[in-house]
């Protein structure tokens, strides 16, 4: 049996070769997030266990912002004075490191990074820890010089003795480039600055007293826990956050493991897709195989096989092919890897080939996915084939009926539909944002398996509508191709349910975009009131130069800030929300429109005051007059009265949870030294609008990052940002639309094949090549229209209940994007007829006299 396995194998290679190729593009995409994620932490890891001092001193940071407020905590720089003095210490430095700033050339242009990451200005200072060395000139003496590294002087253009601007917190001013940096470990892609450590806190925090941290090295035979104590004794642990080297290099790769979770699920989402409808081709090429070797399995059981025998055969060739095809996609999964490396070197982020990491838990998932995938695909198709008398064999009778396996669908497929109708309907009446979106978690699945298993149910009925025009337009052709797709059923529903896949994800995700896009266009048409909105390109806090150059532009009637800080509120229900929170100045009702269910614009932004949603203060008994702890950043503390409570469509979906805002002169208080992350402008009576633009962009040339926008630009802007989503979920389509497009050839091939006999016959009696070609593209036509239609249905009704989540979170406009539907549609029809290519082609050139004569 083993030897009549392998041999079948080796002759089925061909038939057997798209199958592999989802199996190869699944386990690619496992593989290749694996390994790219392992060689970037592990890159990372030795870069922040390298660079980390013995034991770090920080400001104390139990509140991080969800947006960027730019204040920097500090500590002082005495402090280092003080740890020299303790037992154990062989050095010690007050660092200064900074990324609130922005560094411009001579031009006007921006030295920093366009990829997201920082721009550094830091003191300059060597040790053994130091990432970079110095390559060219010498290190920065006095205010007027500063090093660039050599990565962003090479890509930015900039010279030795050329002139920077750089704009900080406490002002804007110039150095000359006297030397050049060059990284000794990975360069992570930012831009870095360094300046003289004699003016670098004054210059980047506006005094020379502050430091951002204090860096410590151990002296010979001291570990770094000992010193942390030692030191902890000395400074005080209840005032600053003290971290060891591996603590330090923990935190930061934390940190950086945000942006690392989301390439790995992205590309995981891709092995996901590519599983998923791999899984409908494996099914049905084991399906036909099996229904085209009757005879031969037949044969095996009459010569003495048991049906175990004949099960495990087919689950041996099955494992075979998860086996080659994993093997080719841990390679290609290597080659992703590589290539996605050299991706993020275009981007600034440095990684190195030569180190890429392949743990053993790499080809163990590969290869528990790739054979995993193939045997549970086969494992149906082998118990159907098991099941086969060797008389009904011999008889050369079809595996795959239409009778008991579609009765048993029709069962189960409305049980769990109706489990996942039940769980759609409980999402769109829920009340309550968490239960709504565990039910759409819930019945997506559920109403995916049941269209998949039902699929066949559907083939009749749908196709018989979808293909009724064939026999107008096309005469016999099109009728035969009608038939042909629905002679069997379960083979049509698994060939369509690969592309259904894709397209009821597409349908779903186009919904809630065209949703999303809808809701905020209309939220800042009755929001935003300002004529301009001047703000960084990415939303960062800007220096106050900025502020001043937009009130001093001629034409500026109205500037109203706005200021972001990080806050901790404790609750009447015993909760401590950590938030963030804006300040405005007086006047906010004159550049938004604001509507309050209790109080106004002058209580909420009155000293002492603020205002927050009324929905979340109604979810956890908050009401005007009621006093709560705030905590803001550094340990400040105060009681903050509640003094309105907005009624804001969207509320909770535009701004930070809680919807809390005060007045600009409150933060400040409690918040000193932060930087305005966006200005509100109206224009001055008389003055144009057209004219006014002009004149802010004229007057903002010399702060590049800064940008001018009004309602137009900011939908534009909104729906850029959506649209990132939307091409993720395109890019899910296209790879489902490949291996969907690798079940229909697969499909129609193998058809091509059963259906030898019965193509001569018709060429014998006069069916031509182009009718014969024109048939089968017409069957694939169908087929693919099928499938689009279940997905595009099905889609549909998630995206209807996917807004039901949003509109709990104040997102209550549905829009749906017909355009797109029709589109898809479109594209599906265009899909079978390429699918169809090959196969039309083969079967135009058999010969007839062979055809019939095959059995």
């Known amino acids: 049996m083993l030897k009549a396995t392998l041999r079948s194998f080796l002759a089925h290679k061909g038939r057997l070769a798209l199958s592999a190729l989802a199996v190869v593009l699944s386990v690619a995409f496992v593989a290749g997030s694996l390994i790219f994620s392992d060689t970037v932490t592990r890159t990372f890891d030795r870069l922040f266990a390298s660079t980390s001092a013995d034991v770090t001193i920080e400001a104390k940071q139990d509140l991080k912002s969800p947006v960027p407020s730019g204040a920097v905590e500090t500590v002082p720089a005495a402090l280092k004075e003080r740890v020299t003095k303790v037992d154990g210490v062989a050095a010690a ?98 831009a870095l600055v360094f300046l003289d450590p004699a003016v670098a806190g004054r210059r980047l925090l506006g005094s020379a007293d502050r430091a951002t941290s204090i860096s410590v090295d151990a002296a010979k035979g001291v570990t770094d826990p000992e010193l942390k104590r030692r030191v ?56 036909m195989l099996i229904a085209q070797r009757t005879r031969e399995l037949g044969l095996l059981r009459a010569l003495g096989a048991d049906r175990r025998q004949v099960r495990r055969s087919v689950l041996t060739e099955a494992v075979l092919l998860g086996v080659v095809g994993s093997t080719l996609g841990l390679a290609a999964g290597i080659g992703l890897a590589f290539g996605l490396i050299r991706l993020m070197s275009a981007f600034g982020m440095n990684l190195k080939a030569t180190e890429m990491v392949i743990g053993w838990g790499t080809p163990v998932a590969a290869y528990a996915v790739g054979v995993g995938v193939t045997f549970v695909a086969a494992y149906l198709p082998a118990r159907r084939a098991a099941a086969v008398s060797p008389m009904a064999a011999l008889a050369d009778a079809e595996v795959a009926g239409v009778g008991k396996p579609l009765k048993t669908r029709a069962i189960v497929g409305s049980l769990v539909g109706a489990a996942g109708a039940a769980a759609l309907a409980g999402c769109a009446t829920a009340t309550q944002t968490s239960s709504s979106a565990s039910l759409l978690g819930l019945g997506v699945p559920l109403t995916l398996i049941a269209t998949v298993i039902a699929g066949p149910l559907l083939v009749r009925p749908v196709i018989r509508v979808l293909g009724g025009a064939f026999p107008a337009l096309f005469g016999s052709v099109g009728r035969m191709s009608q038939r042909n797709a629905l002679r069997n059923p379960r083979r049509t529903g698994a060939t369509a349910a690969a592309l259904m896949v894709g397209l009821a994800l597409v349908g779903g995700m186009s919904v809630a975009s065209a949703s999303m896009s809808a809701s905020f266009d209309r939220q800042i ?69 604001l509507a309050y269910a209790k109080g106004g614009s002058a209580a909420a932004l009155a000293d002492g005051h603020l205002a927050m949603d009324a929905g979340f203060a109604e979810d956890h008994h908050v009401r005007v007059g009621t006093v709560l702890p705030v905590e803001f950043q550094g340990g400040r503390r105060a009681e903050l009265t509640v003094g309105a409570l907005t009624d804001q469509e969207g509320s909770q979906a535009f701004g930070t949870q809680g919807g809390i805002f005060l007045g600009l002169a409150t933060l400040k208080t409690y918040v000193p030294g932060g930087q305005d992350s966006a200005v509100y402008v109206n224009a001055a009576p008389g003055a144009g609008a057209k004219e006014l633009r002009s004149r802010l962009e004229r007057a903002l040339e010399p702060f590049p990052q800064v940008q ?43 058809s091509v094949v059963e259906r030898t006999r019965e193509i001569g016959l018709l060429r014998a009696i006069g069916l031509g090549r182009r009718q014969l070609r024109r048939m089968i593209r017409l069957e694939s036509v169908v087929i693919a229209v099928f499938g689009a239609v279940l997905g595009l249905g099905l889609g549909l009704v998630w995206g209807l209940c996917t807004q039901q989540v949003l509109a709990l979170q104040g997102m209550t406009a549905l829009a749906i994007p017909w355009g797109t539907i029709v589109a898809v549609v479109i594209g599906s029809a265009v899909v079978g007829v390429v699918a169809a290519l090959l196969p039309a082609l083969r079967a135009s050139r058999m010969n007839v006299l062979a055809a019939i004569a095959h059995e």
């Open 232 to 287: 902890g004794e000395a400074v005080g642990t209840g005032t600053y956050d003290l971290k060891t080297a591996d603590e330090q290099a923990k935190s930061a790769a934390a940190d950086l493991g945000g942006f690392l979770d989301v390439i790995k699920y992205v590309m995981l989402g891709f092995a996901g897709i590519a599983v998923l409808v791999g899984v409908f081709l494996i099914v049905n090429t084991f399906s």
């Open 708 to 750: 001018v926008r009004d309602q137009a630009d900011y939908k534009k802007l909104v729906h850029d940002q959506i649209a990132v989503l939307l091409y993720l979920v395109y890019a899910l389509l296209g790879l489902a639309i490949v291996i969907a497009v690798l079940g229909v050839v697969n499909t129609l091939a193998l």
């Open 93 to 190: 430095h007050a660092d200064v490191s900074v990324q609130n700033v922005v560094v411009v050339d001579s031009h006007n242009k921006s030295v920093g990074p366009t990829t997201g990451a920082p721009t550094i200005a830091t003191s300059w200072y060597v040790t053994h820890r130091s990432p970079v060395k110095l390559t060219s000139g010498h290190a920065p003496h006095g205010a007027g010089e500063a090093l660039l590294d050599a990565d962003t002087a090479d890509k930015k253009h900039v010279g030795m003795g050329d002139t920077l601007t750089v704009q900080a917190q406490p002002g804007t001013f110039r150095v000359r480039v006297v030397g050049i940096a060059t990284f000794t470990t990975t360069n992570p892609g930012a």
């Open 525 to 593: 048409d009755k929001t935003l009131g300002a004529d301009f909105t001047v703000q960084n390109a990415n939303f960062t806090p800007f220096t106050k130069e900025v502020t001043d150059t937009v009130a001093a532009t001629p034409g500026v009637g109205l500037v109203v800030r706005q200021r972001i800080a990080p806050i901790a509120v404790r609750l009447p229900d015993g909760r401590r929300v950590k938030t963030a929170a804006a300040g405005y100045d007086p006047r906010l009702d004159a550049v938004a429109h």
